[in-house]
């Protein structure tokens, strides 16, 4: 599965396999407890960004472009982008943009707040391969300078 | 009645933006649109936004102008200095003399006004049900800032994909 040419070394390849998940399901923790705790979907998003961008460096690009490539990355960032808007013209229902229009649910619930969890779950998505997407640009463009 | 006013200035001054043949023109205008949407925000009541707005608009206005004027403009310092310096002088003394009464009327240090804020501490929970403050504002009662925030993110990231696309992409089949 992994190619042991690209990326860094062994010990760096190992503990990456171990961690990055973690990294990656604190991201998403993060994004999903954005009205309970500090954090939300721009915070998480960044930290999902980063499990990918982690991927990239120790694995190489061709192993993270096999997970997730450039244009699978744009696309998901319009469909974040077109969930947040949904999101906004939901409220049209309770008469306004924006208006939260979902049950509110009990304080302190995991699905509380009505529409703000799913707006940072749209939030979250669209930052975090946003930033991937720039990321595999930046990377790109200096493999084509080289070449 | 004053806001019509300038919806209907602005929608002109856009108009021409996108009519006029002169690049620099076409900038200017859209300087007008910007300064008017200032005014807007403080006859709305939002003076944060019109401050932001303000800063914002005299900055791309500059950099606007700086790139659309290819030669450098020459700087005349000799003849006329005595109607310069006049000028100049009425123009601080105007700004400091109408500074003493804005200054006046601001608040204390570290004793702000709250009346939106208090609002938004006692009632948040209760209204947006989340419990973190900080993302009922930005996601509730504020929700609109962040679809602008969103959108800058889109565009911005559309702007550098567009840019730092693999170069010559279209060229390497035949080379």
Redesign the interface.
């Known amino acids: 599965m992994v190619n042991n040419k690209a990326g860094m070394t062994l010990i760096v390849k190992t503990i990456t396999r171990l961690t990055v998940g973690l990294i990656m399901l604190f991201g998403i923790y993060i994004v999903f407890h ?5 954090g ?2 721009f915070a998480g998003g960044v930290i999902v960004a980063l499990s990918f961008v982690h991927l990239m460096l120790v694995f190489g690009k061709d192993f993270a472009m096999a997970k997730i490539s450039r244009n699978l990355a ?1 696309n998901l ?1 319009s469909v974040g ?1 077109l969930m ?2 949904f999101v ?1 013209l939901l409220g049209f229902l309770g008469g306004s ?2 208006h ?1 229009v979902i049950a ?5 619930d995991l699905f ?5 969890i799913l ?2 779950i749209s ?1 979250g998505l ?2 975090g391969v ?1 930033l991937f ?2 990321f595999l ?2 990377v ?2 200096e493999m ?1 300078k080289k070449e | 009645m004053e806001l019509h006013i300038l919806l209907i200035f602005m929608i002109f001054a856009a108009i021409v933006a996108i009519e006029v043949n002169d690049l620099l023109s076409s900038v200017v205008a859209v300087g007008a649109v910007g300064f008017a949407l200032c005014v807007a925000f403080l006859i709305l009541k939002a003076p944060d936004l019109a401050i932001t707005q303000l800063v914002v608009e005299i900055l791309c206005l500059i950099i606007l102008i700086r790139a659309t004027i290819k030669r450098d403009l020459p700087l005349v310092i000799e003849g006329r200095w005595v109607f310069n310096t006049f000028v100049t002088i009425i123009f601080i003394v105007v700004f400091l003399f109408l500074s003493y009464f804005v200054f006046k009327e601001l608040p204390a240090f570290g004793q702000p006004i709250m009346r939106v804020a208090n609002l938004y501490l006692n009632e948040g ?1 209760l ?6 403050l ?3 504002v ?3 009662f504020r ?2 800032d ?2 602008g925030e ?2 800058v ?2 565009a911005s ?1 559309i702007g ?2 567009a840019v ?5 992409r279209k060229g390497k089949g035949k080379v």
């Not at chain 1, 954005?34 to 500090?38: D, V």
């Not at chain 2, 730092?164 to 010559?168: E, I, Q, V």
């Open positions: 954005g009205h309970l705790s500090p939300g979907g744009s960032e982008a947040f808007l906004a943009f924006f939260n509110k649910g009990k304080p302190f509380s707040s009505g529409t703000i707006s940072n939030i669209k930052v946003g997407a720039i640009a930046l790109v463009l084509a | 929970v209204k947006t049900g989340s419990v973190n900080v993302t009922s930005i996601l509730d929700a609109y962040t679809l969103a959108t993110l889109f990231i550098l994909m730092l696309r693999s170069p010559g």
